[in-house]
């Protein structure tokens, strides 16, 4: 990070604004006066302006192709009509198809060469086009029609520049300096054309007219040090930088500047003490320090600093501002990058007790609730950001899955309800909502309607493996179309071949089909693919060694279920009779 990029970044723009009385865009509605043909007749005439005000309502309101329609029979009438072409022009323009727009624009200036809009439009296209020395050219022409507007001659010099046309762009700036005096934009444009022309003297001469004007401006030193760094002088470029310091002592911008300089000099320790002299520098505002941390970490591989120093600068920043509450996300974001969510989601809950209003945070803290399955935490918190942000379809889903998960499921067919009104064409988000509609009602009971959201799951997602996967699951148990419940199983074990939940679930779906071999095969997968400690996985492999004639095996596997802590109702039954009981499913 330099001190340029914080305080002297160039941009394209309107600079002379107590010189012109010109237009503060590039491209602009004109007035719009409807031609008269000479050689059309009054029937005509009338029929084109009545057409002509028609295509303009209809592009005002956004029905694009009948606007197209009437300016081309507009055309039609009257081929020479240049504002119609305009009109056509700035639709096509506005549909980024450059080509057709500039053909229009330069048959409308031969027609009517003293109109600036159609120079101004086409102006652009050329600019967007890379024509530099046409575009140019036509702000020539602008400044032939309106000689007193200096941003015309503004755009042209650099427009040349763009072009490598240093030369005129040079006598453009020139004569533009005549009519503004000495100006800080125009010195370093002329500086940088300098030293692409390697004419390092002429620069630096450029810079020293600013400073001679003012030598008690720091930035002029700024830009004369930056300078010097760019020629390789780095001796040079240190005393400027500290001719700031000795103007200004309290400059914060500078140690920006410096410890770039100490970077690239390859004194990182050095450098380092300029950053922190930067963030503790309370007169320098907490937006300029908070650009330089977000590009210093937004790729941790390119960055200067290791996280330790990362803390140690976040640190200050928070001392010199601690009224900011923006540090609060800038810590929970540091912490992300390091996975420590607990503490992140922590910065994140301060931030909104000082701004509930911001939905993206909002956002990431639920997201961090159900990451850190935090149920009751995420419950509570949709619930609230809800009442806060009613028409957002996303924090319905989420208070939703904390409601299923808190085996609250009539909250969840009710909020999913609520939220459907809200999703409209998010693909993902129906989807989501579904699910979360079938497991609650086949929770609740609700059979027929928990596998219809299933269908319809399956319908809108059809590699939506988990959900497919519950859906033959829940078939199997209640023994209900398992044709169904094998086919959907298998698939969804040929996409997840080592997933133990799906293996699982394909084995007791075989299971229910009396193959019990091959059902033993996927349980035995499924267990050596890291379902040995799960007690749902090693009663079922009981069940099934029970029904291949294996009962001191299936007894030992019960065992194991039972002390895990879990099982179905029927485990303690099973494991005291040493035989294979049905659980029945209501």
Same mark, same amino acid.
């Given at each position: 990070?330099?001190?340029?990029?914080?305080?002297?970044?160039?941009?394209?723009?309107?600079?002379?604004?107590?010189?012109?009385?010109?237009?503060?865009?590039?491209? &602009?509605?004109?007035?719009?006066?409807?031609?008269?043909?000479?050689?059309?007749?009054?029937?005509?005439?009338?029929?084109?302006?009545?057409?002509?005000?028609?295509?303009?309502?209809?592009?005002?309101?956004?029905?694009?192709?009948?606007?197209?329609?009437?300016?081309?029979?507009?055309?039609?009438?009257?081929?020479?009509?240049?504002?119609?072409?305009?009109?056509?022009?700035?639709?096509?323009?506005?549909?980024?198809?450059?080509?057709?727009?500039?053909?229009?624009?330069?048959?409308?200036?031969?027609?009517?060469?003293?109109?600036?809009?159609?120079?101004?439009?086409?102006?652009?296209?050329?600019?967007?086009?890379?024509?530099?020395?046409?575009?140019?050219?036509?702000?020539?022409?602008?400044?032939?029609?309106?000689?007193?507007?200096?941003?015309?001659?503004?755009?042209?010099?650099?427009?040349?520049?763009?072009?490598?046309?240093?030369?005129?762009?040079?006598?453009?700036?020139?004569?533009?300096?005549?009519?503004?005096?000495?100006?800080?934009?125009?010195?370093?444009?002329?500086?940088?054309?300098?030293?692409?022309?390697?004419?390092?003297?002429?620069?630096?001469?450029?810079?020293?007219?600013?400073?001679?004007?003012?030598?008690?401006?720091?930035?002029?030193?700024?830009?004369? &040090?930056?300078?010097?760094?760019?020629?390789?002088?780095?001796?040079? &470029?240190?005393?400027?930088?500290?001719?700031?310091?000795?103007?200004?002592?309290?400059?914060?911008?500078?140690?920006?500047?410096?410890?770039?300089?100490?970077?690239?000099?390859?004194?990182?320790?050095?450098?380092?003490?300029?950053?922190?002299?930067?963030?503790?520098?309370?007169?320098?505002?907490?937006?300029?320090?908070?650009?330089?941390?977000?590009?210093?970490?937004?790729?941790?591989?390119?960055?200067?600093?290791?996280?330790?120093?990362?803390?140690?600068?976040?640190?200050?920043?928070?001392?010199?501002?601690?009224?900011?509450?923006?540090?609060?996300?800038?810590?929970?974001?540091?912490?992300?990058?390091?996975?420590?969510?607990?503490?992140?989601?922590?910065?994140?809950?301060?931030?909104?007790?000082?701004?509930?209003?911001?939905?993206?945070?909002?956002?990431?803290?639920?997201?961090?609730?159900?990451?850190?399955?935090?149920?009751?935490?995420?419950?509570?918190?949709?619930?609230?950001?809800?009442?806060?942000?009613?028409?957002?379809?996303?924090?319905?889903?989420?208070?939703?899955?904390?409601?299923?998960?808190?085996?609250?499921?009539?909250?969840?067919?009710?909020?999913?309800?609520?939220?459907?009104?809200?999703?409209?064409?998010?693909?993902?988000?129906?989807?989501?909502?579904?699910?979360?509609?079938?497991?609650?009602?086949?929770?609740?009971?609700?059979?027929?309607?928990?596998?219809?959201?299933?269908?319809?799951?399956?319908?809108?997602?059809?590699?939506?493996?988990?959900?497919?996967?519950?859906?033959?699951?829940?078939?199997?148990?209640?023994?209900?179309?398992?044709?169904?419940?094998?086919?959907?199983?298998?698939?969804?074990?040929?996409?997840?071949?080592?997933?133990?939940?799906?293996?699982?679930?394909?084995?007791?779906?075989?299971?229910?089909?009396?193959?019990?071999?091959?059902?033993?095969?996927?349980?035995?997968?499924?267990?050596?693919?890291?379902?040995?400690?799960?007690?749902?996985?090693?009663?079922?492999?009981?069940?099934?060694?029970?029904?291949?004639?294996?009962?001191?095996?299936?007894?030992?596997?019960?065992?194991?279920?039972?002390?895990?802590?879990?099982?179905?109702?029927?485990?303690?039954?099973?494991?005291?009779?040493?035989?294979?009981?049905?659980?029945?499913?209501?």
């Amino acid at each position: 990070m330099t001190l340029k990029r914080l305080t002297y970044l160039l941009v394209f723009a309107l600079i002379f604004t107590s010189c012109s009385t010109a237009q503060k865009q590039l491209v &602009a509605e004109p007035v719009v006066e409807v031609e008269k043909g000479d050689q059309l007749s009054d029937d005509q005439r009338n029929e084109f302006e009545y057409l002509f005000i028609e295509g303009l309502k209809q592009k005002k309101l956004g029905n694009i192709q009948n606007a197209v329609s009437i300016f081309s029979r507009c055309l039609e009438i009257d081929p020479n009509s240049s504002v119609a072409m305009y009109e056509m022009a700035s639709i096509h323009y506005a549909n980024k198809d450059l080509t057709s727009a500039s053909l229009l624009l330069e048959k409308a200036i031969s027609i009517n060469s003293e109109n600036k809009w159609y120079k101004l439009m086409l102006a652009e296209i050329y600019r967007q086009r890379q024509q530099f020395n046409e575009a140019a050219g036509l702000y020539t022409e602008l400044s032939t029609l309106e000689p007193e507007n200096l941003e015309y001659r503004y755009y042209k010099a650099v427009l040349l520049s763009m072009a490598e046309n240093y030369s005129e762009a040079l006598t453009a700036y020139e004569e533009l300096e005549k009519k503004t005096g000495l100006n800080e934009q125009i010195s370093v444009a002329k500086q940088q054309i300098y030293v692409s022309l390697e004419q390092p003297d002429k620069a630096v001469e450029e810079i020293n007219r600013l400073i001679e004007s003012n030598p008690e401006e720091p930035q002029y030193y700024g830009l004369m &040090a930056e300078l010097y760094q760019q020629l390789g002088d780095s001796v040079q &470029a240190l005393n400027y930088f500290n001719k700031i310091l000795d103007i200004d002592p309290e400059n914060g911008f500078v140690h920006f500047s410096l410890a770039n300089y100490y970077i690239e000099q390859g004194n990182k320790e050095k450098a380092f003490d300029h950053i922190k002299m930067a963030f503790a520098n309370a007169d320098l505002d907490a937006e300029s320090k908070i650009q330089y941390y977000m590009l210093q970490t937004s790729n941790a591989e390119n960055s200067d600093w290791s996280n330790e120093q990362i803390d140690e600068l976040l640190d200050i920043l928070h001392k010199t501002h601690p009224d900011d509450n923006r540090m609060y996300t800038i810590y929970a974001e540091h912490l992300m990058r390091q996975n420590k969510i607990e503490e992140a989601r922590n910065y994140l809950k301060q931030y909104l007790e000082t701004d509930k209003e911001n939905f993206v945070i909002w956002q990431q803290l639920l997201f961090m609730d159900n990451d850190l399955m935090d149920f009751e935490s995420l419950y509570t918190n949709s619930k609230e950001a809800i009442e806060l942000f009613p028409n957002q379809a996303v924090l319905y889903a989420l208070h939703a899955v904390g409601a299923l998960q808190l085996k609250k499921y009539d909250e969840v067919i009710a909020v999913i309800e609520e939220g459907e009104t809200y999703v409209l064409d998010n693909q993902a988000l129906k989807v989501q909502f579904e699910l979360y509609k079938a497991e609650a009602n086949y929770n609740l009971g609700r059979v027929k309607e928990a596998f219809k959201a299933f269908d319809e799951v399956i319908k809108l997602d059809p590699n939506n493996y988990m959900a497919i996967n519950n859906y033959a699951y829940y078939l199997s148990l209640r023994g209900q179309d398992l044709e169904k419940a094998e086919r959907l199983s298998g698939k969804v074990v040929q996409a997840n071949p080592e997933n133990p939940t799906y293996l699982d679930t394909y084995a007791w779906v075989l299971f229910q089909r009396e193959n019990y071999q091959l059902a033993k095969f996927y349980i035995e997968s499924a267990i050596s693919n890291g379902g040995a400690e799960n007690s749902v996985l090693l009663e079922h492999y009981g069940d099934i060694l029970y029904k291949l004639g294996e009962t001191d095996k299936a007894l030992e596997n019960w065992k194991k279920a039972h002390a895990l802590g879990e099982g179905t109702e029927v485990l303690e039954q099973k494991i005291k009779e040493s035989r294979f009981i049905e659980n029945k499913i209501p």
